[in-house]
């Protein structure tokens, strides 16, 4: 039988990435924003003012991406996916970096950082299987997990299976398979790519 091809996001999906991005722009606006507040997927409409787009700039901090946390049992349900035998592709979209310079010192790479945070954290998933892109649909495979509406939508809009990872920003969108987190998510992936094997 052929190996399901499981496509992953990673900010927000696989790792803890809003709460880390909010907690920046909190320390330096004085805000209490908080990740139930981010309703829509552009986060400056709910920033103070004095920063809106300048919320974009924290994606250029070096080692932002390197150190987020792993979502709470993202890394065992992947784990059993792997034991199962599907294919696990990390299709991530990545910010331009800083690049370094005579007057930049604080480079940063956020594709390299994302690259090294899964290596660090899910040895078992081969190098090789990274892609970034922001149009994830090109990418073949049998299902994909993302938080992002636009790109939920796109993917049912083309016929093709899409969990939802549920965030506040995509609770307005009508998603076909949706999961609150990642225990619901490996009951969803077991069913739709192994037509219901029972977790060992």
Same mark, same amino acid.
């Given at each position: 039988?052929?190996?399901?091809? &499981? ?14 991005? #909010? ?17 829509? /997927? ?12 300048? #919320? ?20 065992? =349900? ?25 007057? $930049? /010192? ?25 892609? =970034?892109?922001?149009?994830? /649909? ?6 994909? #997990? $993302? ?25 307005? &969108? $009508? ?8 225990? =619901? ?12 094997? =029972?977790?060992?």
């Amino acid at each position: 039988m052929r190996k399901p091809i &499981i496509l992953l996001d990673m900010d927000d999906v696989m790792a803890n990435f809003s709460a880390e991005w #909010i907690r920046l722009y909190n320390e330096e606006y004085s805000d209490s924003l908080t990740q139930n507040d981010l309703t829509e /997927w552009d986060a400056s409409l709910f920033t103070k003012p004095e920063c809106g787009m300048k #919320i974009y700039d924290y994606l250029r901090n070096p080692g932002l991406f390197r150190n987020l946390i792993v979502a709470d049992g993202c890394k065992d =349900v992947l784990k059993d996916l792997t034991e199962l035998g599907a294919e696990l592709i990390i299709v991530t979209d990545s910010p331009q970096g800083c690049s370094f310079g005579q007057s $930049d /010192w604080r480079g940063s790479n956020p594709t390299d950082d994302k690259r090294a945070w899964l290596q660090e954290h899910f040895p078992f998933i081969p190098k090789e299987n990274f892609i =970034v892109t922001s149009k994830k /649909w090109l990418v073949q495979g049998d299902i994909l #997990i $993302d938080d992002k509406p636009s790109t939920i939508l796109k993917f049912q809009e083309l016929g093709r299976k899409v969990v939802a990872m549920s965030r506040p920003c995509n609770q307005k &969108i $009508d998603a076909q398979l949706r999961a609150d987190n990642w225990f =619901v998510l490996h009951d969803i992936l077991i069913r739709e790519c192994f037509g219901g094997i =029972v977790r060992n």
